[in-house]
């Protein structure tokens, strides 16, 4: 097969799974087509794939990019009063004109998508406004239109959770509460929820909308105990707000053996729950959640199988909630290796067969690829022999899942002593007499007493930001965060009697009803420096035909992190996600420095940045807002927990002289 072929049946496919033609594609062999309107509809984009058709802002022209228009709603929180320190890793919605966005307050702006200029906003008044060491976030909302006749008032709806636990449908025109949804517009997310405390149980991904059902998760406190809230995932009717049906991450043979405790519960408590971004399948009516942990998530001596569906991506019909199939990416999940990821779907003629694929990514850097109709691997996975010898009472896997198309992509999978890094040369010997004080077998060593290197921490790899896939070329892009922690469980009674106390980098959780408590903490160098090897944040092009790394490089520079003039090209931690253009472009943030990066898709070339008034911890947007008009790219600068938080939405274009 020839290049231009392949390429023509790439876009083809991707035009059968409901994208749009790029924007350069002619009406007629003499007539070049009005360049159209292109929405962004969905977290994620089409697909989940962070991916846009449009071509306007290419590598010719992009260094040209400028700020279009920037937008701040004033929401921004540091630790100091009644919130929470914030962080903005909102991606918003456009639709018909309109950019959609939540802010970590809970509160709903929208603005015109051309100029920026804000048409409505909504406040919930959030009550639940205390995060403890974890920021404040709402990461987006979600869009249901009705398109049939007659349609009224909320005919366009904005749905999206907040820290109270409320599920909220707004009128997209006026940003009023529908007022047919629940309650005035609003369904409380904790009835039927058993053992929910104040703070303990609410929404931080959007829910995900699919025919006429909102399907929503929640984020729970993993290893506070044992008891927590179920992490149970519902779906609820868009236009009443009733509940349609509701699916525990457990298996039917757990909810058998389990079921005298249903007496007391609706729900089984500690169950995985399901807090990252879920996508759907409408052409095959599935949807499909990313599951995390049991609680607690460092211990599962006794967890009696309640973890079978843990550390998962599942596979649910859309319309009834019966499970279909799953994966599980890691088994009896004791390292808090929760799936943080939105499934990513694909379809190419020279990967998987032509197969329809979903690529689940994982914060061990895997990158799994699946028959999206049956979950199974497009490719072999390996089961790989990992550490068996766990701490008194704890019964681990004997094995665990690699893949092998691509490989790991996270290195070196076994850290050495010779891997050791920092700042100077000193920095360098402190790392290694610090990484022998601790257990260090590899990807899964076990939480022990003495202490375990957990490489990569539980952060990742690859976090909630997820990847993107270039459609026009079959390219995934993947940014990982390299950090090394320590792991350390702590007897109970030692722990209870300490009365541990600790704030980020330092935790301490209690892990209530289990026989341990956790201490956990980076692996740095006296300086500050990571002590694991440069990079310490990386972005890596993969090619899903072969499944070779075409490209990788460090992603970001020292500053923000070390005084000058120790500000170098080293990589940086970093959070959120790249957005792919159909012109071959790859714009992300992510990084501690604050700098918002082009880069060459084929390449990696760094072909354009600009310093963000804080730092992008979000997943860039691409739109065409109207017919004729200009691409926007835009990107949430907002902070995070290591960095200052901020509140700006920022647009950028090309000058408008070179619009057309």
């Known amino acids: 097969m020839t290049p231009r072929l392949a390429l023509a049946l790439a876009t083809a496919s991707l035009c059968l799974a409901g994208c749009r033609l790029p924007d350069s594609a002619p009406a007629s062999p003499t007539t070049e087509a009005p360049r159209p309107a292109a929405d962004w509809r969905n977290y994620g984009g089409t697909d989940g794939a962070q991916y846009s058709p ?14 279009a228009w920037e937008h ?19 991606t918003p919605l456009v639709a018909d004109g309109t950019l959609y966005y939540c802010t970590p307050f809970g509160r709903v702006f929208a603005l015109d998508a051309e100029t920026g200029r804000e048409q409505w906003s909504f406040d919930p008044q959030v009550r639940n406004r205390h995060s403890g060491l974890y920021p ?111 699916w525990e991450p457990v298996t039917e043979a757990y909810r058998h053996a389990h079921r005298d405790t249903l007496k007391q519960n609706r729900y089984h408590l500690g169950t995985p729950n399901v807090w990252a971004p879920i996508a759907g399948d409408p052409a095959r009516g599935l949807v499909y959640v990313p599951t995390g942990n049991p609680s607690p998530d460092v211990y599962g001596g006794d967890r009696q199988g309640i973890d079978a569906l843990g550390s998962s991506v599942v596979a649910l019909d859309a319309a009834t909630g019966t499970y279909r199939w799953h994966f599980q990416t890691v088994h009896h999940d004791v390292w808090d290796y929760d799936v943080a990821s939105q499934p990513t779907l694909f379809q190419f003629p020279g990967v998987g067969d032509g197969r329809p694929g979903l690529a689940q990514a994982t914060k061990m850097g895997h990158l799994f690829l699946l028959d999206r109709e049956t979950g199974a691997p497009l490719y072999p996975v390996e089961e790989r022999p990992v550490p068996g010898d766990g701490v008194p009472g704890e019964t681990l896997s004997p094995t665990q899942p690699f893949p092998t198309h691509p490989g790991p992509l996270h290195l070196p999978e076994h850290l050495q002593a010779e891997d050791m890094d920092g700042f100077v040369w000193f920095d360098r010997a402190a790392c290694q007499r610090e990484l022998a004080r601790y257990r260090n077998d590899g990807m899964f060593t076990p939480p022990s007493l003495k202490g375990s290197v957990l490489y990569p921490t539980t952060t990742g790899g690859i976090n909630w930001g997820g990847i993107s896939i270039d459609g026009q070329r079959a390219i995934a892009l993947v940014n990982q965060m390299h950090l090394a922690a320590v792991v350390q469980l702590i ?85 959120g996600g790249p957005l792919t253009t159909a012109s071959g472009l790859t714009f992300i943030g992510a990084t501690t420095d604050g700098t918002f990066r082009a880069f060459d898709t084929r390449t990696g070339e760094e072909l354009w940045k600009h310093q963000l008034p804080y730092t992008g911890n979000a997943t860039p947007l691409s739109y065409r807002a109207r017919p004729g008009g200009r691409q926007f790219v835009v990107i949430a600068a907002g902070g995070h927990g290591w960095s200052e938080p901020g509140d700006a939405i920022v647009a950028f274009a090309l000058p408008k002289t070179g619009a057309p």
């Open 136 to 246: 404040v976030i709402c990461r987006g909302v979600s869009l249901w239109q009705d398109d049939g006749p007659g349609a009224g008032a909320c005919r366009t709806r904005i749905l999206y959770g907040t820290r109270d636990a409320e599920l909220i449908a707004l009128d997209a025109a006026t940003g009023q509460p529908c007022e047919d949804f629940g309650t005035a517009g609003r369904v409380s997310l904790k009835t039927g929820i058993d053992g929910a405390r104040t703070g303990e149980y609410y929404p931080t991904s959007p829910p995900w909308v699919q025919g006429d059902l909102a399907i929503v998760g929640a984020a729970i406190p993993d290893n506070e105990r044992r008891d927590v809230p179920s992490g149970v995932v519902r779906a609820y009717d868009v236009r009443s707000g009733n509940l349609v049906w509701a």
């Open 72 to 90: 701040r709603s004033g929401d921004i929180a540091d630790g100091r009063g009644e919130w929470g320190f914030t962080s903005l890793q909102v």
């Open 491 to 575: 007897p109970r009674a030692e722990y209870d009697a300490a009365g541990y106390q600790g704030s980020y980098p330092l935790e301490y959780y209690p892990m209530r009803g289990s026989p341990y408590g956790v201490k956990r903490f980076p692996l740095m160098s006296p300086l500050g420096a990571p002590c694991n090897p440069r990079p310490w944040g990386s972005l890596a092009a993969v090619d899903l035909g072969s499944g070779e790394v075409l490209w990788r490089r460090p992603l970001g520079t020292t500053r923000g992190l070390a005084p000058w003039p120790f500000w170098f090209e080293a990589g940086t931690p970093n959070t």
């Open 54 to 67: 449009l071509m306007e802002i290419a590598p010719a022209n992009v260094s040209d990019l400028e700020v």
